[in-house]
């Protein structure tokens, strides 16, 4: 396991939203082809309202009933499980070994991934539904009472906080030296890393709940105004914006040159990176909150279904009429993928 | 009969509900309806009826306002939307401040509950622009932002919403379906009872933070087409979404939401807490209600209603459905055609002309006759301001 970053250290693993903290979205070998068999169905008992995460032959799924499943990927059974005391909407990250997830309780909980035991927890004024992330032994998340928190990975020790403008579901895109995360306070903030002071902010028309990708020094990100932003990662400056149809609940999955997000009005967007130039879009379902994911020449999302589009075309490739879902990601694993759905279903395909 | 309030209807007198509901120029139906079976009611025993209850203070009086401006390109105006609320309490209430007329309805310690109707999100829902006026006019009269619940059914649809993400910290939202340890979220012994098409489960429980919780309730309803309801306002916002197991009340082609609709707004507690009624007519479904997403049946009249009186508020919502699928050559909410019934929804989506059930528009008129109250619109004044 790398140390401080989560970052896969095998091609299978994906051990954080949207597979790293890149926030690219997988781009590995991954199946183009339509997935011919389910492997093994697993029922959660509640619906999955996080996207599943997955290391060293463990899918871990958060349910809302608050239940953090550990499920072994060979078989489909269970290797432990853990009852919060809340609802969990956060999709769990990977550190070392712990597994670290937001509860609807206001705490962020570090749980031994061996056996499911606590190892702490920390608290917040309001629930959690951001995806905890892990860098340099800070964990950093954002909690519905305003505010972003930064603890230490290791023992949850608060290192510092700093209060927003607004319920912060966003999950944190975390460099070295500068966190972005956007706020229902409609503003797109640039935190320091060491301290939690605010190195800008950009406004957006409308609340954000979509979670940011870096690349290069271009922060993309989408709004409830419609708007998807490309937002100098220096200044804040708002490179180009593009206007979806509706507002914008997903994050952004970022290749080099193409950057994927879906829309409400029901749309896959293709943009390109550089400029926002719409290079394809494609309607899969009548609302997407989902975010995609990049396999090996397709992007992927739920959205009523799951759908795999070729990244050139946009064209769907296949689709598979299951795990229709709000907020959950596929996870892309060699020949395997792993659905989370909103009926509270788990998945192996192959 | 024991502590619990009991209410039971006769299939005669169901039926006798239902037929008065309707509009007398449309009472023809090409095949009279099947009647709906007794309907017990099972309230808060010895509540004691708040005269804040429906309908309320200002019984047959509904404002409204209409600006082009408060919507565009599907954008609500968060601070054209403000001034219109405000034009609305003070005109309701006959206050000069809105912070006086918010005050006839909500106390600093209320622990107040807005009810919204995200199932149709997010092509028409309750706007976010609107709640947090809502939310701040609240809090104007002293009622702390953690003593504010935003609540619906279901969890998932208000995720859809982005609600959480949309408004101000401290207040909570939440859906009662999906509430943690999963049968918590309903009262047991507060329920309506029918045995409508065969169902098991004949029973529909009261939310528990309906019974229990909330000590007011203000209704946020949208302005919609409802393909077994006739419209979906702020009988059937409270009705259906304060109570579980409800979609039984419709089998194509019938449709028992009348009277249902209007017995269950009658159940106390909900009967006295709902104190209040803002519909959110910024987006107006005239087809396809309450779940399309289609755009060509969604028009964007920037309206609003407010209202004390739920039954005065639909009847005045059914006359702009009625009117706009008049104008859109779409078939009346009142007519029982059965060559319009599909089974299809693809079909019900995209073709105004078709229809799941035969609406059940006269649920209104039914409500009023429970004394929840006006329908009769030369009895309705019906306030429209200019912006």
Redesign the interface.
Same mark, same amino acid.
């Given at each position: 396991m790398t140390m401080g970053i989560a970052k896969s250290k095998a091609p299978a693993d994906w051990p954080t939203l949207l597979k790293e903290n890149s926030r690219a979205g997988g781009q590995q070998k991954n199946p183009a082809r339509s997935p011919e068999k389910v492997v093994w169905q697993y029922r959660a008992g509640?619906?999955v309202?996080s996207a599943p995460i997955l290391d060293g032959g463990i899918l871990y799924v958060n349910s809302?009933?608050?239940i953090v499943h550990a499920i072994e990927v060979s078989t489909g059974t269970p290797k432990w499980q853990f009852q919060a005391p !809340?609802?969990v909407h956060s999709t769990p990250s990977l550190y070392e070994n712990r597994i670290l997830f937001g509860c @609807?309780d206001g705490k962020v909980y570090a749980l031994d991934r061996n056996d499911g035991g606590k190892m702490w927890e920390a608290p917040t004024g309001?629930?959690v539904?951001a995806s905890p992330v892990v860098l340099k032994g800070a964990v950093y998340f954002g909690s519905?009472?305003?505010k972003v928190y930064a603890v230490d990975a290791t023992s949850g020790r608060q290192k510092w906080v700093r209060e927003l403008g607004?319920?912060v579901?966003?999950t944190i895109y975390a460099t070295e030296q500068r966190l972005y995360v956007g706020c229902?306070d409609a503003r797109v903030y640039s935190l320091d890393a060491s301290s939690g002071a605010t190195l800008w902010s950009t406004p957006t028309?409308? !609340?954000?709940?979509s979670s940011p990708a870096v690349i290069g020094d271009v922060v993309l990100i989408g709004s409830? @105004?419609?708007f998807v932003y490309a937002l100098d990662s220096r200044s804040g400056e708002v490179r180009w914006k593009y206007e979806t149809?509706?507002?914008i609940?997903s994050s952004p999955a970022v290749s080099s040159d193409l950057t994927f997000i879906g829309s409400?009005d029901?749309f896959l967007y293709a943009l390109e990176t550089q400029s926002g130039r719409l290079r394809w879009k494609t309607a899969v379902g009548?609302?997407v909150?989902a975010s995609p994911v990049i396999g090996d020449g397709v992007v992927c999302i739920q959205a009523g279904g799951t759908f795999a589009l070729e990244i050139a075309t946009g064209n769907v490739v296949w689709r598979a009429a299951m795990a229709g879902t709000?907020?959950s990601v596929p996870v892309l694993a060699g020949d395997t993928i792993f659905l989370a759905s909103?009926s509270g279903e788990v998945y192996a395909l192959r | 009969m024991d502590r619990r309030t009991f209410v039971k209807s006769s299939c005669l007198g169901s039926a006798s509900l239902l037929l008065h509901g309707l509009d007398p120029a449309m009472r023809a139906p090409d095949k009279a309806p099947p009647v709906p079976p007794s309907i017990e009611l099972h309230g808060l025993p010895e509540h004691k009826a708040s005269p804040l209850g429906m309908p309320g203070l200002f019984p047959g009086r509904v404002v409204e306002l209409r600006d082009q401006n408060a919507i565009v390109r599907n954008r609500v105006s968060q601070p054209i939307v403000r001034r219109m609320l405000e034009d609305a309490m003070k005109e309701l209430t006959g206050e000069k401040s809105a912070q006086a007329a918010w005050a006839k309805f909500v106390e600093p310690h209320d622990i107040v509950g807005i009810k919204i109707n995200p199932s149709g999100a997010p092509a028409c829902c309750s706007s976010p622009e609107i709640l947090r006026e809502i939310i701040a006019s609240v809090q104007s009269v002293g009622v702390a932002a953690r003593h504010v619940l935003i609540y619906d059914r279901y969890s998932f649809e208000m995720d859809i919403g982005s609600y959480q993400a949309l408004l101000p910290p401290g207040v909570r939202v939440f859906g009662i379906q999906e509430a943690f340890a999963g049968g918590s979220g309903y009262e047991p012994n507060i329920y309506c009872e029918a045995n409508f098409f065969g169902e098991w489960e004949t029973r529909s429980y009261m939310a528990s933070v309906v019974a229990h919780e909330v000590t007011k309730i203000i209704n946020v309803p949208t302005m919609k087409d409802h393909s077994a309801a006739g419209v979906t306002g702020a009988l059937k916002n409270l009705a259906y979404g304060t109570f579980n197991n409800v979609a039984r009340t419709h089998r194509t082609p019938h449709s028992f939401t009348n009277p249902l609709i209007g017995m269950m707004c009658t159940v106390e507690p909900l009967r006295s807490k709902a104190v209040l009624h803002i519909m959110d007519g910024m987006r107006q479904v005239w087809h396809g209600g309450p779940l399309t997403q289609v755009q060509d049946f969604i028009d964007q009249p920037g309206i609003l209603l407010v209202a004390t009186d739920p039954v005065a508020m639909d009847t005045i919502e059914l006359g702009h459905i009625e009117a706009k699928r008049r104008e859109k050559g779409a078939p009346s909410l009142w007519k029982h055609d059965p060559n319009s019934i599909t089974t299809n929804s693809n079909d019900f989506y995209h073709d105004a002309t078709k229809n799941l059930f035969f609406r059940q528009p006269g649920h209104v008129a039914a409500a009023g006759k429970l004394g929840l109250g006006v329908a009769d619109l030369k009895q309705i004044d019906h306030r429209k301001l200019s912006t």
């Open positions: 509640s619906s309202r809302l009933n608050g !809340g609802q @609807d309001a629930e539904w519905a009472d305003g607004g319920r579901y966003s229902g028309g409308n !609340g954000i709940i409830e @105004d419609f149809g509706l507002g609940a409400k029901g009548d609302v909150t709000v907020q909103l | -």
